[in-house]
């Protein structure tokens, strides 16, 4: 099918961006990559009078060392995610997910930023933003403001992102020298997990140290594994601990039932695939 008639605006930086929101009010709709966008204006599952291409703004690109955290610029492809040197050295998980988006194509044109704002619980890039514990930086009228991972996903497709705000950067704090593993359930090849588990470790002397878990698709937003991580920190790295902590997966989960799973059958699958995570991640 083809889009309804829209007008199209290339802003050059963030304000010029937030004042075309501004001037197009709530029919305005907001394009990065396009990867998730295209398909639904395509369907016309969305009719926007006005499309802003954030495609040409330079500071909404590119990823830096920021001391203690990288920053991710919200338009920066999944492939400058995945192959950037900074995020293999500190943030291995949020390599580790990337690298299981879709298909090289998907990754050379759809962005990091995009992903997140759109929200979707079956995508890759949500559960490790959880457990990595990532801020997000948005700008809009009022000017920018930061949001905590915690309040940032509040429902299927939906953020704290208000109308008329854009994401500007993601600021993930540092994981040197932890292992990670991202594993994922789907059915055929490049499609969207049923269920996937983001799973980051510090251990020390076989002592797990330090555990961040988060799942994908097991609710409406991505679901902080707390339980998991209490069962694993201080205890040694075996095979015991890892299956007795998988077990408390499903803890604080709400998995739903559709075409592709019901709810019994992602809550097996949680619990099986963070204990490969993890068992992965600790080297067991």
């Known amino acids: 099918m083809i889009p309804a008639p829209f007008d199209y605006v290339a802003p050059s930086n963030v304000d010029e961006a937030v004042a075309a929101l501004a001037e197009a009010g709530e029919d305005a709709k907001v394009i990065a990559g396009g990867q998730s966008l295209m398909p639904v ?18 500071e909404l690109r590119g990823i830096r060392d920021d001391g203690d955290a990288l920053v991710i610029g919200a338009t920066t492809t999944h492939h400058d995610v995945l192959h950037d040197q900074l995020v293999a050295e500190h943030a291995r998980l949020l390599a ?26 079956a995508g890759d890039l949500a559960a490790p933003a959880v457990a990595l514990e990532a801020t997000f930086t948005v700008a809009g009228p009022s000017g920018r403001r930061t949001i905590a991972t915690d309040d ?11 109308p008329g705000e854009i994401l500007v950067e993601v600021r993930i704090p540092k994981h040197t020298g932890w292992s990670a593993r991202y594993e994922k359930f ?32 097991m609710a409406a937003v991505p679901v902080r594994a707390r339980s998991v991580e209490e069962s694993l920190v201080g205890k040694p790295a075996t095979a015991e601990t890892i299956h007795a902590a998988a077990e408390r997966a499903t803890e604080g989960t709400a998995p739903m039932t559709d075409g592709n799973a019901d709810a019994e059958y992602r809550s ?17």
Do not use: C, K
């Open 41 to 58: 204006l395509r369907l016309r599952m969305a009719a926007p009078t006005v499309l802003v291409d954030l495609g040409r703004i330079p």
């Open 96 to 121: 580790e997910a990337t690298a299981t988006v879709a298909d090289p194509q998907i990754r050379h044109r759809g962005t990091f930023g995009g992903s997140l704002v759109h929200a979707d619980p």
């Open 152 to 162: 940032f996903f509040q429902d299927y497709f939906t953020t704290a992102v208000e």
């Open 186 to 217: 789907h059915r055929a090849a490049q499609q969207w997990s049923i269920v996937g588990v983001a799973a980051t470790l510090e251990a020390s002397g076989g002592t797990i140290e330090r555990a961040r878990i988060a799942l994908t698709n």
């Open 268 to 284: 097996h699958l949680a619990r099986v695939l963070t204990r490969r995570a993890i068992t992965t991640a600790s080297g067991v």
